[in-house]
């Protein structure tokens, strides 16, 4: 998948509100949850759908007049790319550093380390069954 542009404040709190609600919206159900935040106009809403589809954050059908938005990167993807993003940027491509400034930053709770340690065994696993071609 290429690379998305990146999005302002309020469009990251839309696409969280599309990868909270796992489903298609239309401009109005993005309003209504968004009113229970703060007031938002009718055509900011839809101005800021247009804009996260024309990054390709969006992509939407239309049944008559209505359009029914939804996501077309899945939160974990996302995040993936915006981690390989700092990884490159801030890290030289070091995973270690990356992670060793997590731990630094904040430290894992012990469910947390406890859930890396099977994340860590799991790679290893695949990395030693052939099924992860990355390099080493």
Known sequence: MDPLTELSGAQSEIIEI???????M??????????????????????????????GW???RADGRTFYYRATCPRKNSIAQ???SVLEKFCGGSPEILVSALLDYRGL???ELNRVKALLAEAKA???????DKAS
């Open 82 to 84: 915006q981690v390989g």
């Open 58 to 60: 969006l992509t939407h």
């Open 126 to 132: 695949l990395r030693s069954s052939g099924k992860n």
């Open 18 to 24: 599309f990868w909270e609600h796992g489903s298609e």
């Open 109 to 111: 709770t012990t469910s």
């Open 26 to 55: 239309t401009a109005a159900d993005v309003r209504t949850v968004l009113l229970q935040r703060r007031d938002v106009a009718r055509n900011t809403v839809r101005t800021l759908l247009e804009r996260m589809e024309q990054k």
